[in-house]
């Protein structure tokens, strides 16, 4: 068993991912599949100690995948350093990939670690673009 989601369950085991011979990402298209993307640019932004706007991520919002307009646009944040250069709402047109990365609390990490915490640390997949050309 692969532990794959069902209609009524959303949730898919790491063995499912880790032996599925390929996932289909939120692009509708298999992780990795270079795609031409047109969206624009979200900066998320959160005031730091002085109650100053500090950058705490950048997203870009999926209007168009190749040639097909999306019904409903798709926000992925961005993984790479590229796009640096782009303000908040500038319209992009570009060239990149999907990827997913876990990242949370590793195998390793000994109970009495998280129980000092008082709070378990908890495992997240995200969903990420890699821009490959700007």
């Known amino acids: 068993m692969l532990g794959l989601a069902t209609a009524d369950d959303k949730t898919i085991s790491l063995e499912g991912i880790t032996r599925a011979s ?5 692009l509708g298209k298999p992780l990795g599949t270079v795609v031409n ?13 002085n109650g100053r706007d500090e950058e705490v991520g950048r997203y870009l919002v999926i209007s168009q995948i190749d040639d097909r307009k999306l019904d409903t646009p798709i926000e992925l944040k961005i993984f790479s350093n590229m796009l640096l250069h782009a303000k908040d709402g500038d319209h992009i047109d570009t060239r990149g990939y999907e990827r997913i990365m876990t990242h949370g609390r590793p195998i390793d990490v000994r109970k009495a670690v998280v129980q000092a915490r008082q709070s378990e640390l ?8 890699d821009i490959v050309e700007e």
């Not at 993307?37 to 100690?49: E, M, N, Q, S, T």
């Open 37 to 49: 993307v047109k969206g624009k640019i979200r900066i998320a932004k959160l005031p730091d100690k």
């Open 22 to 26: 390929q996932i289909i990402g939120q």
């Open 122 to 129: 908890e495992y997240h997949l995200t969903c990420y673009i």
